[in-house]
């Protein structure tokens, strides 16, 4: 049976085919218990009345001639009385919900186009444009942008009318969200390109600035200010196409709190007139011949053994007067400190200076090795003052 659909909108087709099956056995001639809606053959809910499937089914017709401007609706359920047992039955707003989710038609609607691509489906042309700006101020919330000066969409939109499936139709809020995740997880389907002011809080680092102090030894620094980081706010000119920055520049900075200067102060008193050990151990390994008399004659320093190839380091730091061959030191280098202080490390096997080199202290100069007068692999280590020995023990840390 057919049924037209009139509201203030125009129904092309509409048929009803409601099929009412009532078993009569000569000893059962009680009303129905319930009736059952099916849909291709599957129950779909139960209702109490043939009069409140009516009820339901005229309001859901209602409602979607109402929300389309052109449709057709074509009712493919079957009423059936059920005469054995009791169901649970739908009410009549649940009743609505199942035949509006089960109903066939087609609708008319906006198909909405990117460059040539449906990206969404909109029930007129008012929710395309809802979608579409609802996609805008997704991307400029996100972003943080204040004082938004130009919100555009890069693509060519269309939008196109066509019939379309009433299955097809969505929430408005769900085609947003499938534009959002399209655009994210494969090639962009929409490009919003939009303009404003970024303003953050941004870390200014400390300056750093080196002093010479008589207050400490040579060969030590002291920081005697750590300083501290200060705040400014920067503002910038950012443009953005979705959450990708294309451009930021720079328009204005405030400082918030000033940054205090890191201070580092070098040692510059004399370590032997102070008194004070300054010096670091420049090899590996226990003293094995002490400064002083030995053998008959005078050790002018002290030797420290070590394994052959084993790193010597530099005392302390200063410049490279002297990297070569030097009679029975055999390899040798020699480091000014400055204020008369060297110091001399010899029998090395390999050198890793050259003349004029600064070095830091602790820095590796040499390897250790037996050439030159020497009994074993091991260092020869020598401080002088002034041109004159001193023994190194007083002056290592």
Known sequence: MKRLLKHKFEILAFSLGVLVAVSVISYRLHKPISFSISKNGNVICYVSSKDEYTKALDEVLETLGEKFERIEI???????????????????????????????????????????????????????????????????????????????????????????????????????????????????????????????????????VTTWSDKYVMGTSVVENEGKSGIKEVSSKVEMKNGEIIDQ???????????????????????????????????????????????????????????????????MEGTITFAGWEGGYGYMVKINHGDGIETYYGHCSQLLVNAGDNVSKGEQIALVGSTGDSTGPHLHFEVRINGETVNPLEYIQ
């Open 249 to 315: 520049v720079v328009v204005d900075e405030n400082i918030i709190e000033e940054p205090e200067t890191r201070v580092i102060a070098i040692g510059t008193q004399n370590p032997i007139i102070a008194g004070v050990a300054f010096l670091t151990k420049p090899s590996r390994g226990g003293i094995t011949s002490y400064y002083g008399s030995r053998w008959g004659g005078f050790h002018k320093g002290v030797d420290i053994g070590s394994s052959y190839g084993s790193p010597i380091y530099a005392a």
């Open 74 to 208: 074509e009712e493919n359920f079957t009423l059936i009385g059920n005469y054995e047992s009791e169901k649970d039955t739908s009410t009549l707003e649940q009743t609505k919900d199942i035949i509006l989710e089960n109903i066939d038609g087609d609708a008319e609607g906006i198909l909405i186009e990117s460059d040539g691509v449906e990206i969404a489906l909109a029930i007129n042309e008012q929710e395309a444009n809802d979608i579409l700006e609802n996609v805008k101020n997704y991307y400029i919330k996100s972003s943080g942008l204040e004082d938004i000066s130009s919100a555009d969409i890069v693509n060519d939109i269309t939008y196109k009318s066509d019939m379309v499936p009433l299955y097809k139709f969505r929430d408005k809020e769900k085609e947003v969200s499938s534009i959002i995740k399209s655009n994210e997880e494969d090639s962009p389907i929409l490009l919003i390109d939009f303009s404003g002011v970024k303003s953050e809080e941004v870390e200014v680092k400390p300056s750093q």
